[in-house]
């Protein structure tokens, strides 16, 4: 029953309430028999330890429940920008959104980058603006800050009856109701009255809005509209699902899920006006066909081929690798062997398991539209495509940010290697953001990640979770190399080895690609009498070379490889001849494109009060940084700037005691740009 289906997360800013929200929601809906507080550490879905002592929402919980009728699967993301990855993971499987946003800040920098992530996946949404309660509460005026930050049409559901203090409840603008909420059942019963007189204007004046909004989106509304008659409510509200399903417009609703207000009506919208999987386009996937890639349309139903994407894994220490899985296609049951279309290998779903936040329940089957956890596969990571060997799609690959800070780590005695190495192991297939390798100079084990909180819970989580022994060096931020120039090279390789000659001929070209877009190889050679695995050596060798740099040993970024000719004796030519020619070849051309060595350029962003704004700034141009705007909000000024990382260690500190700890910043990696030194310090 995919009508009867809602796939959704709840998205914002650090702080926000996104947890509150949702721990609201599954009590309304029976999931939860207590409300738990994320203050006191006892949120359902924050039931990691480390969530619960930093009180934020680290890795997205996935939880499924039920109202009016409807199962809503909910996957509770975070809002730090460290676990930015957690968040796009998650928007690629979803169909609908909640975003929520402070009434006191309205939109803040994390909610842009949802946004704008959600923008990219083309995910319909609804607005909650919570913390009404809040001294300083603003429903209209976040209301005008989406509109004007996202140039987005914003229709109001609900206005609040009184905001900050004088908060007590919404009115229904489709029904023209007031509503409140009883504080002693902690929110569970709410009365409904007609508008009071003196409200009645206002909310009619909002009605209006919100009728001839919905109407100009619906052609026969808009005649009924016209002619002055009064539309029925069934008919708005399957106009306001088709709009907000198009994105044409997103509807806002307002409440404090800390006090238990304005829940229930959220949860009411989402069923109401937010997609069944049947209602979004269908997902694409790139069919290969006779070493062709064809793109083709994935309709949602179970009686399709059986095709899921690995979104998620998280490691358990019972049950090993839990694979989330969302099914676009199809129907797989439990002990069924499946196709892993990425690593082009056969894997058997040992268990299937519904996931409430930590409590599982099994399932004897997942059908298309819905998201589960596969227990039992061991080589599938995310974003890894599960499908048919007859009919083999490749979902499109998750694209992750590249790491840009690394520390060193090493064991507190060798008998711990090991061990540190396995956890490293099952971190990295968790999270594709965390990186770790050997130093080959220096021999040190090196991990990499989006920041310094990301990777202090990682750390924290090796002590606690998996009792790894190991001390971490200072942090140092992970450069960058790239061609400035275009060039060709010609390199011919003849070695004689154990008596047989090897021989090899390449020419290449490489060149610049536009920042952000990462490396590219491509081979410009066809050739029936040429095996396959001297063109799979070729690829190896360029895509190692690409990671072990050019000058420094850094990682290559946005370099274009093309192979335009290549010299192939049947006799002499083998794999690890052409594999060699390809290491050589790309150390040549690379040192005559004019190499250069970049390091990673931050997004940050600050909020402080009006005095100490410009003691922030000053702390952000000590550090090479510039400033790129200044934003007033009703609670604090907001500035906007770059700045390198190499500048930004210790940053939290010093803008603390220039604003007697009236700041906070969040930063989040924006470009690679040319070192201006130069040399950039190696391990």
Request: charged residues 25%; aromatic residues 8%; proline residues 4%.
């Amino acid at each position: 029953m995919l009508e009867k289906m809602r796939n959704i997360g709840i998205m914002a800013h650090i702080d926000a309430g996104k947890t509150t929200t949702t721990e609201r929601i599954l009590y309304y809906t029976k999931k939860i028999h207590k409300i738990g507080e994320i203050d006191d550490g006892q949120a359902t879905m924050d039931f990691m330890q480390q969530e619960q002592e930093r009180g934020i929402t680290i890795e997205s919980a996935a939880t499924t429940t039920d109202w009016r009728g409807y199962q809503i699967n909910i996957i509770d993301t975070p809002g730090h920008v460290d676990f930015t990855a957690e968040v796009e993971r998650s928007l690629r499987v979803l169909d609908g959104a909640v975003a929520v946003i402070c009434a006191v800040d309205g939109v803040q920098p994390q909610t842009e980058t949802v946004w704008k992530q959600a923008d990219g996946f083309h995910v319909p949404r609804l607005c909650f603006v919570n913390k009404m309660d809040r001294i300083g509460a603003d429903y209209f005026a976040s209301l005008q800050d989406v509109h004007d930050k996202f140039d987005c049409e914003c229709i109001a559901l609900q206005i609040p009856i009184g905001q900050g203090a004088a908060f007590e409840g919404v009115i229904d603008l489709l029904r023209m109701k007031e509503i409140r909420w009883d504080a002693e059942s902690e929110g569970e019963k709410f009365s409904e009255t007609d508008v009071a007189p003196d409200r009645l204007a206002e909310a009619q004046k909002w009605r209006d809005q919100l009728v001839e909004t919905v109407a100009s989106s619906d052609d026969t509304l808009i005649e009924l509209f016209l002619e002055g008659k009064e539309i029925p409510i069934d008919r708005l509200m399957q106009a306001i699902r088709k709009g907000t399903i198009n994105r044409t417009f997103v509807p806002f609703l307002c409440g404090s899920a800390r006090h238990n207000q304005g829940v229930q009506p959220l949860i009411d919208a989402v069923v109401d006006y937010l997609p069944a999987p049947d209602e979004v386009p269908p997902a694409e996937g790139i069919h290969i066909k006779h070493d062709k890639e064809e793109k083709i349309a994935i309709p949602c139903t179970e009686t399709g081929t059986p095709l899921g994407l690995v979104f998620k894994i998280q490691y358990d220490q019972n049950m090993g690798a839990m694979c989330y899985v969302r099914m676009y296609s199809g129907k797989v049951k439990t002990g069924q062997q499946i196709y892993n279309v990425t690593k082009k290998k056969r894997e058997r779903i040992n268990r299937i398991l519904r996931v409430n936040a930590d409590k599982t329940e099994p399932m004897d089957s997942l059908s298309a539209g819905d998201i589960a956890v596969f227990i039992g596969l061991k080589l599938a990571q995310t974003g890894d495509t599960l499908g048919s060997e007859g009919m083999p799609v490749s979902l499109e690959n998750m694209r992750f940010p590249e790491p840009v800070i690394s520390v060193a780590i090493e064991p507190d005695s060798l008998s711990d290697r090991d061990k540190l190495k396995d956890t490293l192991a099952v971190l990295s297939r968790e999270d594709p953001t965390f990186t770790y390798h050997d130093d080959e100079e220096t021999g040190q084990l090196i991990i990499s990640g989006m920041g310094e909180l990301h990777l202090d819970v990682l750390v924290t989580r090796m002590k606690d979770d998996f009792h790894v022994k190991a001390r971490v060096g200072s942090p140092q931020v992970t450069y960058r190399e790239a061609v400035t120039a275009a060039a060709d090279y010609t390199a011919s390789y003849s070695k004689v080895l154990a008596g047989k000659e090897n021989t090899a001929g390449l020419t290449v070209h490489v060149e610049p690609r536009e920042q952000g877009t990462g490396n590219s190889y491509e081979c410009t050679v066809r050739h029936a009498q040429i095996p396959d695995e001297i063109f799979e050596a070729v690829e190896s060798g360029f895509r190692n070379s690409l990671s072990a740099g050019i000058n420094y040993g850094y990682p290559c970024t946005d370099t274009a490889v093309k192979v335009t000719a290549l010299d192939y004796n049947e006799l002499s030519s083998t794999p690890f001849a052409f594999e060699a020619c390809a290491v050589a070849a790309f150390d040549e051309v690379c040192s005559k494109a004019s190499p250069q060595l970049l390091e990673p350029v931050m997004n940050v962003d600050i909020s402080c009060p009006a005095e100490f704004v410009g003691d922030a700034m000053s702390q952000i141009t000590q550090r090479g940084g510039i400033i790129l705007g200044e934003e007033a909000k009703s609670s604090a000024e907001l500035v906007h700037a770059q700045a390198p990382m190499a500048k930004m260690f210790g940053f939290s500190t010093n803008l603390r005691s220039v604003t007697q700890g009236r700041a906070s910043f969040s930063m989040e990696f924006s470009h690679y740009q040319v070192k201006p030194d130069g040399l950039g310090k190696r391990w």
